[in-house]
């Protein structure tokens, strides 16, 4: 099984994050839609060859789409593994979600969650909540605001689906627009 390094990611998305807002920040749907399936295996692949990507001649939706992917694959926790949003702080998030749902305080307990996010995992998490902040400032033109967003990629970086998780009513895209709207990333 090849194991995609976080160092590496974090070293892409930091070139491709300012390359999207400044090049594609308008465009409609920039997260919505998918990229070529073939030209995104083909990044994955330059990726785990340590080879140079061609970023400059995708499409949008390609290398966002090769974003996404790259999050997923660190998503997946295994034994040469863990992902950015660990399990037992997902865990925990869901439960300040509920605890926001229900009109509690929960903005202390979240910004405790997510400073025992350390390391690279919280350089990719600050990265990419920033990232998905200047995405959604942009929501007039590309009409995705950071609910959009956080329905396009909760799944993609909270994994979470147990029956728990859908008998309580919490989704992936709820608990990470919670994060989006009040993490402090300064």
């Not at 990719?124 to 990232?131: A, E, G, K, Y």
């Amino acid at each position: 099984m090849k194991v995609i390094n976080k160092q590496k990611v974090l070293e892409i998305v930091n070139l491709l994050f300012p390359y999207i807002e400044q090049k594609y920040g308008q465009v409609e749907g920039i997260y919505r839609h998918n990229g070529s399936k073939e030209n995104v295996d083909l990044l994955i692949m330059k990726t785990f060859l340590n080879e140079p990507l061609d970023y400059q001649v995708q499409n949008v939706h390609t290398l966002c789409s090769f974003v996404k992917q790259l999050f997923r694959q660190l998503r997946e926790e295994n034994e040469f593994n863990s992902p950015p949003f660990p399990v037992n702080i997902v865990n925990a998030l869901k439960i300040c979600y509920q605890l926001k749902k229900s009109g509690g305080e929960y903005k202390i307990f979240l910004a405790q969650l997510l400073n025992k996010i350390t390391g690279v995992d919280r350089e990719l998490v600050v990265s990419f909540t920033r990232h998905l902040r200047k995405v959604a400032e942009q929501k007039t033109v590309n009409m995705m605001g950071l609910r959009a967003l956080s329905i396009c990629w909760g799944p993609t970086v909270l994994y979470m689906m147990n029956l728990q998780d859908i008998q309580y009513d919490t989704d992936p895209s709820q608990v990470l627009l919670m994060v989006l709207e009040d993490f402090d990333t300064e």
